[in-house]
């Protein structure tokens, strides 16, 4: 198989997936570890991802299924090997051997299964990514849609965790869910409870909420921010060019009270 870009593989042992979840078929198991241990919000539609027996699986020399992704940014490929390896289940389904890369995982008989989109969507792109949808479905509330001239299916990212109240359908009063944050800007300043980022969060509830232009940018900000948030966090341009825009924006805001 050709990769574009550079892969990575995960290897589960099929045995021990079995064993971890007898209610679900191994592939379905492994996509459910996987997705368990990393942030969704990571992936951005330069990924793809791809699935499937090894081929030593298929000669009969060892049991194994492969979950493997191709990237163009090396920090993300170190983010997810950390996450899975510091994961209690992956650890107990992996196979000896965790990884494969490069030229290996080349000649492994895969097939393709998807990629996200800017918005969060999970689009399949071969009628092979079930066991992937269903989870998204199942675990993160992902809505399924099929496309009968296609044959494909997409899984459409929940909306924002916002609750429209009122008569008005659209635009009525949105109040925040507990716990939400302003994702870019945690991403920017690395701290959820930063100086910058909880008057990001004030501005939003005291006066972005109350305005008519402001719900609808909230809106959109939930939206695709979880997305960019994943690729601000892991790319240090993006995440310097981020601050610097931020920091300009928080001036204004801090003026704003005096």
Not at 44 to 65: I, M, P, R, W
Not at 230 to 254: A, E, F, M, P, W
Request: aromatic share 14%; proline share 2%; with cysteine.
């Amino acid at each position: 198989m050709f990769f574009f870009n550079n892969p990575i593989g995960i290897r589960f042992d099929i045995d021990k997936l079995n064993k971890h979840n007898e209610n679900h078929c191994y592939g379905y198991t492994a996509w459910e570890i996987f997705w368990k241990s990393v942030h969704i919000g990571l992936f951005c539609n330069l990924e793809k991802f791809y699935h499937g027996d090894s081929q030593a699986t298929l000669s009969g020399s060892e049991n194994v299924f492969i979950i493997a992704f191709e990237t163009g940014n090396n920090k993300l490929i170190k983010t997810i090997r950390a996450s899975l390896t510091s994961n209690k289940d992956f650890n107990m389904v992996c196979s000896a051997l965790q990884y494969i890369e490069g030229n290996d995982l080349m000649l492994e008989p895969l097939s393709k299964v998807g990629k996200f989109d800017l918005l969060g969507n999970f689009i399949e792109e071969k009628a092979s990514g079930y066991d992937a949808l269903e989870v998204l479905k199942n675990v993160y509330n992902y809505e399924i849609q099929y496309d009968k001239t296609s044959y494909l299916h997409t899984a459409i990212k929940p909306q924002a965790k916002y609750e429209i109240s009122g008569e008005d359908s659209q635009l009525s009063e949105i109040k925040p869910s507990a716990g939400d944050g302003c994702f870019i800007a945690t991403a920017t300043y690395g701290d959820y409870n930063h100086p910058k980022v909880i008057e990001f969060r004030k501005f939003r509830d005291d006066f972005l909420s109350k305005k008519i232009f402001g719900r609808f940018f909230i809106k959109v900000y939930y939206l695709i921010s979880p997305h960019l948030s994943g690729i601000v966090r892991h790319n240090t341009t993006l995440k310097q060019i981020s601050q610097s825009v931020l920091d300009k924006i928080y001036v204004k805001i801090k003026n704003r009270h005096q």
